[in-house]
């Protein structure tokens, strides 16, 4: 009888004890929600994503509806209509990705990582929160934008009836896919931060991975495709457009272009993961 009580009591410990760990994680994904939208860099960075996003997919879509008369039938032939819009997500990227950079490094920037750790001792879970948080936000927003961006630009093109539809082919998992990169792309800079440790660091590595890395495998396809295919931008470029695998053969395919963003992602938040148990 006593075993079994002793068998009872270490059972409704471990349920307690998990109770308490899911207690203390809602908690900590509570403070970050709080934080991440008490700083302005998180304001500033949606609202340079919007503007640039806007306003560059903006202007490359009436310059083609303004030349398609002059384009000629191979041009016409290989025009996206919804990758047109997400012109402007070659800087949108690089605001959502500095948005995951300040997630990770404000902290440690302003000194609140003290009374952070307080509340929170568990370096891991803190790091989780913070993932949590920003994963979720960057999802809604970056579909939200994905879709905003998708409808100014067929607004645009209907004047030439160059618009496509969300029930064409290829176009909702376009306009999706776009929306879930610029996640990916945020998550690689939170995990690039936390490693960093610093604004201008993680920074700096994001337009690297995002950015120099391009140059790079450009410069080895003489020799092999598969750097680029590996990239990241170039994933992105595969599953924001519709038309964007034919006749590129530096771009991945598309089962290895969500695979390359699932891996960035993965990959840096480990990263950062590594460092925050380095130094629990």
């Known amino acids: 009888m006593s075993a079994l009580r002793g068998s009872v009591d270490a059972s409704g410990g471990a349920v307690h004890a998990s109770g308490g760990a899911v207690h203390a994680f809602r ?69 959502f990705g500095v948005l995951g950079v300040l997630a990770a490094t404000g902290d440690y920037a302003t000194g609140t990582i003290i009374p952070a750790l307080t509340a929170t001792p568990r370096r891991g879970r803190l790091y989780l929160a913070k993932a949590a948080v920003v994963a979720v936000t960057t999802l809604v927003l970056g579909q939200v934008l994905a879709f905003g961006l998708f409808l100014l630009g067929q607004a645009v093109l209907r004047s030439e009836h160059l618009n496509a539809g969300l029930g064409d082919p290829g176009v909702l998992r376009a306009v999706t896919g776009a929306g879930l990169y610029l996640t990916a792309i945020a998550l690689v800079g939170l995990g ?65 272009a969500y695979a390359d963003l699932a891996g960035y992602a993965l990959i840096a938040l480990a990263l950062g993961g590594w460092r925050a148990h380095r130094d629990a």
């Open 27 to 95: 908690g900590a994904v509570h403070a970050e929600w709080i934080k991440l939208w008490s700083v302005r860099s998180t304001w500033l960075a949606l609202a340079a994503a919007v503007a640039l996003g806007a306003g560059l997919g903006l202007a490359d879509t009436m310059s083609t509806t303004r030349s398609w008369d002059t384009l000629t039938a191979a041009d016409r032939a290989a025009f996206d209509p919804v990758g047109s819009g997400f012109a402007g997500l070659t800087f949108a990227q690089l605001a």
């Open 192 to 256: 690039l931060g936390a490693l960093a440790r610093h604004p201008a660091g993680g920074v700096s590595a994001l337009i690297a991975v995002v950015f120099l890395a391009y140059g790079a495998a450009r410069a080895v396809e003489g020799w092999s495709y598969l750097p680029a295919r590996l990239l990241l931008s170039n994933a992105g470029d595969v599953v924001a457009q519709v038309h964007a695998v034919a006749a590129k053969p530096r771009l991945p395919s598309m089962l290895l």
